[in-house]
């Protein structure tokens, strides 16, 4: 990359822009609460608030978490192995509702896009809104899940970045949108789907939002997804996506166990400092020892680092190599994404020609380098377009969009 070309950047960018965003607002719970999100000490805690006997408490947990989690149950009348006297109960205090489907998109290639719109005991505010994506291959069905309402970072590639960071989401909101998937996609484990296998074999948290800034609640929606007596994704097949929180990755390998992936896109701190702001705070050097740290990685379970090749900005052979020497001793595979164009972004997608010579060279280094297949663009669902309609597109936005994703 030239220096005139680094200059430009920097001058549009804004090269001193924060490197984190404050939340806007706070979560407010409806008056009565879901139960969604809770895990099985939570909800034995629920049902003592409504006279549930201690001696019984444990049991009517696990039967909750059976109809809520196994089954996809709805409301309370579905529970038939509950007492009528105790759904009843249930009914007047609490909810088993998850976010509520405002909108679906489906894309040529099947992807599938749902608005979620999210319940709030805030009479004021507009309720908020988020975006969560279904991408069916032929060996798996992969959920891609929001953590945040906007984002916490301002990564200059990235369209979900140029939004605000309204709030976080909590745990129900989060594994609510794996309940929703299964819920449109006819897709729980006591129903017929149409392959006779699961549909959502595999979560992804690379929705909207910086998922380690949100660290509790995704820990526990994630646990939940994990659960093997409830939705029961395995560990291996979850993985959570972050550009650097360095001091919430060990944890998030001690506590949660899944998958991790990497933003990475640059192998130069300076480059870095401009498409990924955090790295000011985490180098990139810290975040590559956490990942040497991050407990339980091995070949068998490889660190993705994920790369969007960016024209003429980091694609380069020298590029490609100062990346290789840099994840030596790390278990990786290198996902090289192709850059997903939006209105109003500077950067361009590097050529074809470039992403396989790239490619090519981390390949016969020894690195698993799939060049990620761009899904979803016809909807705006590829990597990094999404924007909750909490931030609209205009009109003109769109068909620009439409555009660029039929031109490809």
Not at 11 to 33: C, D, F, R, W
Request: hydrophobic fraction near 40%.
């Amino acid at each position: 990359m030239t220096d005139t070309m680094t200059s430009s950047i920097e001058a549009s960018s804004g090269a001193n822009a924060p490197i984190e965003k404050i939340a806007l607002e706070t979560y407010v719970p409806p008056t009565k609460p879901s139960l969604i999100g809770m895990s099985r000490a939570e909800l034995a805690d629920h049902l003592g608030a409504i006279g549930v006997a201690p001696a019984q408490r444990k049991m009517r947990a696990q039967q909750l978490w059976h109809w809520i989690y196994f089954r996809g149950a709805k409301t309370f009348d579905e529970m038939t192995s509950i007492s009528k006297e105790m759904r009843n109960g249930l009914d007047q205090h609490f909810t088993v509702a998850r976010p509520e489907v405002v909108a679906e998109q489906i894309s040529n290639d099947g992807t599938r896009k749902w608005l979620l719109r999210l319940p709030s005991g805030d009479a004021v505010e507009k309720a908020h809104e988020v975006e969560c994506v279904y991408i069916p291959e032929t060996d798996r069905g992969t959920l891609c899940v929001s953590s945040q309402v906007g984002c916490t970072l301002n990564c200059s590639f990235c369209h979900t970045g140029t939004q605000r960071l309204v709030r976080n989401l909590t745990a129900g909101e989060i594994v609510g949108q794996v309940m929703v998937a299964r819920d449109r996609l006819n897709d729980w484990a006591d129903r017929a789907t149409p392959t006779g296998s699961r549909l959502v074999t595999n979560v992804v948290m690379m929705g909207m939002g910086e998922p380690l800034y949100n660290f509790d609640a995704v820990r526990d929606a994630l646990l939940i997804a994990a659960d093997n007596e409830g939705i029961g994704i395995s560990r291996r097949r979850i993985t959570l996506s972050t550009s650097g929180v360095v001091p919430n990755i060990v944890r998030a390998g001690d506590e949660i166990g899944v998958m991790l992936a990497i933003s990475l896109h640059a192998v130069r701190d300076e480059l870095r400092n401009e498409l990924v702001p955090l790295n000011r705070k985490y180098p990139i050097a810290e975040l590559l020892q956490a990942c040497r740290d991050y407990p339980g990685s091995s070949n068998a379970r490889r660190i993705t680092f994920e790369y969007v090749m960016l024209k003429d900005i980091n694609d380069s052979l020298e590029d490609a190599k100062l990346l290789v020497k840099l994840l030596k001793g790390i278990p990786a595979k290198i996902n090289l994404i192709p850059f997903n164009p939006w209105p109003g972004t500077r950067y361009e997608c590097s050529d074809w020609d470039q992403i396989e010579k790239f490619s090519e060279y981390i390949f016969n280094a020894g690195y698993s380098s799939p060049v990620r297949t761009p899904r979803g663009r016809d909807i705006l669902a590829a990597c990094g377009q999404l924007k909750s309609e909490t931030e609209k597109l205009s009109a003109r936005e769109r068909q620009t969009l439409r555009a660029m994703a039929m031109t490809d």
